[in-house]
């Protein structure tokens, strides 16, 4: 019997932008079931590509399906067929949805995700060429399109979430491009709203937050657009722990400034050149920026030209840079890009995310898309090793551990072809957010790929948030440069704060703001800010807003009971004896030691001898100090006098200055006036005058006729006006 063959019916049209629908002649056609309508998006995301049966399956059951899982999956699509090629003659082949072994193919041609994707694209092609208004049109058709997430139904299914990640980055990107092409129609005011939304929505990407700024310096709103750019910062700390890149610093400085640049048709190339406000390293020679002192004030890198000079020795083939959050890490390794990339290497990065989500391995498949889009040997090849990373590819019918194991092997050969067309550095960033999958690969890329030209910067927190000691175990074989970051010292620190608030600080001020953020560069600047708004005075002592904001958050994921021996520790002072600590602390010794353990794998205390703690930054002190109510501290001040008085019965002065300290009146002052009489019988007299003032301030507080002072010095009761 004839087989007669008849073409896909032309008016199927497939939605996935929100809700998951077919729709052939205005109806929307009943899909079945969730497993059933899974198989239909499975086949759709292959993009008339051949899915294998077994990959299939693999997909629908998550690795372990039942025995009848074949017969059940081509029922599926028989159902499919049915459905979507309802006045199909059961003699006609399927035309929509056809068998090519070994498995499913759809050959759909009206989707409209693909149909976004070719708009976007159109979009951003006229917006280059300067044709805005164009763009502006193409991007509302793409935007229209958009009826919610792509593939929501399939939100938590593996197979689906690179692509879903792939359209959600596109919508982004095209948002943001809309709002350029209105604003370079000079109707900035326009696209205020949607901007906001759009920060509200992707907090974290900063070309949204440059183009809200703009748009809001534009309209005339140049303290809003200031105030979103911190705003931007203040995010990017407490999410990130990191400063923001060279766009949004740029911005800045140029609204402080007033520069022209921001307006009018100069301002087009400001917008638009990626190698202008440093988007993303490109690995391109072309893209080269700048390099230090060139940007605008407080962007270049301070005190970091040993680091570079190191990252930039060819004799490097893995590099280690570690530090805590606002150290400067991105920075450094942004800036080693671009004179790397100067000098004719090719530059690709990965990032570890920050939000669960993304499929293992999600770096490799940034850094191998890049090369892709730049550099590929072998566009075929490039492809599928990218279509296999996004599938999370590790085969199908096959161990999990063999199928990495081969992927693994796949990456390796590629970067190798990659680096015999110019020397390659990989960038692999955050590492303390990475997943098994991308540390295990990184492990083995470091070893497969020794003998080409291929290096590795890997950057990394050392706050104890992870514990990396395996992998640095594993790492130590290959001889890594290890790079710690360190503070700035009161020099290259007076120079930052002088770069950002725009005047002279005095060597004192810089000193004493070194000193308290610990040279932190982050910190840094966030002090400088202060200076510039309330004087150098404040700096002295004050805490800046964005810093507040980093360290609660880093001390908001400490237990409870450690916070409470680090607001302890904050009384005690500068150098904090951990006996005195042990002692006074309700839950005695042990607990002290635990808290500290954990403080010390957090960054925020150090060991500067035996038995001896400090703050790694003197500012995290002043948050735990200020943070406690006046009540508290007073009655933890003379727990640690009574501590000290208890220890070391010899020593007068500094428990005598807790005790003093801790005066409310009536009650806890009392002791000033026996700590005075000790001191001064051992003619401390400066001393002395202290302590009695305090403590004949304190006693027009108390009630006549009221019993004797307690000596909590060790000399028992001493009757009222007994003076000694």
């Known amino acids: 019997m004839a087989v007669h063959h008849a073409s896909p019916p032309a008016t199927v049209a497939f939605r996935v932008l929100g809700s998951f629908e077919a729709v052939a002649e205005g109806t929307r056609i009943a899909l079945g079931g969730p497993r059933q309508r899974s198989v239909l998006a499975r086949l759709m995301l292959a993009r008339g590509q051949v899915v294998p049966v077994e990959q299939i399956i693999d997909d629908l059951w998550h690795g372990q399906p039942p025995p009848s899982a074949l017969a059940t999956t081509q029922a599926y699509v028989s159902n499919l067929r049915r459905a979507l090629e309802a006045r199909r003659d059961t003699r006609m082949s399927a035309g929509l949805l056809v068998r090519v072994s070994p498995g499913y193919a759809l050959r759909a041609v009206e989707v409209d995700a693909w149909r976004f994707e070719e708009l976007v694209q159109q979009g951003a092609m006229l917006l280059g060429a300067d044709d805005a208004v164009a763009a502006t049109g193409k991007l509302d058709e793409a935007l229209a399109l958009w009826r919610g997430p792509a593939y929501q139904e399939f939100a938590f ?45 992707h ?35 407490e999410e990130l722990g990191v400063d923001p890149g060279q766009a949004l610093r740029r911005l800045e400085a140029d609204m402080l400034a007033q520069s022209p640049v921001l307006d009018g048709a100069m301002a087009h190339a400001f917008e638009h050149d990626p190698a202008e406000h440093g988007v993303a390293l490109t690995g391109r020679a072309d893209a080269a920026r700048p390099s230090e002192g060139s940007g605008p004030p407080g962007s270049r890198l301070y005190g970091r030209e040993e680091q570079i000079a190191a990252l930039l020795d060819d004799r490097v083939r893995l590099a280690l840079i570690g530090g805590g959050a606002g150290m400067g890490k991105s920075a450094l390794v942004e800036e080693a890009g671009v004179r790397l990339t100067a000098q004719g290497r090719q530059v690709a990065v990965g990032r570890c995310p920050e939000t669960g989500g993304a499929p293992a391995g999600w770096p490799w498949v940034e850094i191998c898309r890049s090369l892709g889009e730049r550099v590929a040997p072998d566009e075929v090849v490039t492809g599928r090793l990218v279509a296999l990373l996004e599938d999370r590819g590790p085969g199908t019918g096959e161990d999990l551990a063999a199928g990495w194991f081969r992927l693994r092997r796949a990456i390796a050969s590629y970067l190798a072809e990659v680096s015999r067309i110019a020397p390659l550095v990989i960038v692999l960033e955050d590492l303390h957010r990475a997943d098994d999958e991308t ?60 770069a950002v608030c725009g005047h002279q600080v005095s060597p004192e001020t810089a000193a004493i703001v070194s000193e308290r953020t610990g040279g932190n560069p982050f910190f840094i600047r966030e002090t400088a800010r202060l200076i510039g708004a309330a004087g150098e005075t404040a700096a002295r002592s004050g805490v800046p807003e964005g810093v507040r904001d980093v360290l609660r958050h880093r001390l908001a994921r400490l237990p409870e009971n450690v916070r409470t021996v680090l607001r302890e520790a904050a009384v005690i002072g500068g150098e904090i004896d951990v006996d005195v600590l042990a002692e006074m602390h309700d839950g005695g010794a ?13 960054g925020l205390v ?46 007068v002065a500094a428990p005598a200055r807790h005790l003093t300290s801790g005066a409310v009146p009536g009650k806890a002052a009392r002791p000033g006036a026996p700590a005075a009489e000790r001191v001064e019988r051992r003619y401390a007299r400066r001393e002395t005058a202290a302590f009695w003032e305090q403590a ?10 009221a019993g004797p002072w307690p000596d909590p010095l060790g000399d028992g009761l001493r009757p009222r006006g007994q003076a000694g």
Do not use: C, N
């Open 606 to 651: 150090v060991e500067p001898g035996a038995g001896r703690l400090r703050f790694a930054y003197p500012l995290i002190r002043d948050l735990l100090y200020e943070g406690m109510s006046r009540l508290r501290r007073s009655r933890t001040h003379v727990r640690v006098g009574e501590a000290m008085m208890r220890l070391r019965p010899t020593e």
């Open 203 to 237: 907090p974290l990407r900063e070309e949204g937050w440059r183009l809200l700024a703009l748009a809001l310096y534009r309209a005339g709103r140049q303290g809003d657009a200031l105030t979103s750019l911190r705003e931007a910062r203040h995010t990017l700390a």
């Open 696 to 705: 004949l301030r304190s006693r027009t507080h108390d009630t006549p006729g």
């Open 157 to 201: 299914a593996d197979w689906a979430t690179a692509e879903i990640t792939r359209l959600d980055e596109l919508h982004a990107t095209a948002i943001e491009q809309r709002a350029a092409s209105i604003m370079r129609q000079g109707m900035a005011a326009a696209v205020v709203a949607d901007l906001r939304a759009h920060v509200a929505a």
């Open 590 to 602: 042990e607990a002290v030691v635990d808290a500290v353990e954990a403080a010390l794998a957090a």
């Open 439 to 498: 540390v295990v690969t990184l492990l083995h890329l470091t070893a497969e790929l020794r003998g080409t030209r291929t290096s590795f910067l890997v950057t990394y927190r050392d706050d104890g948030e992870k514990d990396l000691s395996g992998p640095f175990a594993a790492l130590a074989r290959l001889e890594p440069l290890r790079l710690p970051l360190p503070g700035l010292d009161a020099a290259m620190t007076g120079e930052l704060l002088e």
